[in-house]
């Protein structure tokens, strides 16, 4: 995702309560994005990455290409299997 300053606020509160706060704020914030650009029930998102503010999502190549046109999206990419 592209930068996001209250992302940015949130990280840096060290608390156990500012790092729940983070996982509540950027699970939604995926959510709301994918609820947005892609349609219901065509998507499975397995997980919000915190370090990253980024999300794993099962999705076809087409809904890729179209999560990639997303506004705040930076980067798409393929999920690579390790040998």
Do not use: C, W
């Amino acid at each position: 995702m592209n930068y996001d300053p209250e992302y940015q606020r949130l990280r840096a509160d060290r608390t156990r309560q500012g790092a729940d706060e983070l996982d509540l704020y950027l699970s939604k914030k995926h959510d709301e994005l994918l609820a947005s650009t892609l349609e219901p029930g065509s998507y499975r998102k397995t997980l919000s990455l915190v370090i990253v503010d980024g999300f794993a999502v099962e999705i076809t190549e087409d809904q890729a290409n179209v999560l990639r046109s997303a506004k705040g999206v930076r980067v798409v990419e393929k999920n690579q299997e390790l040998p």
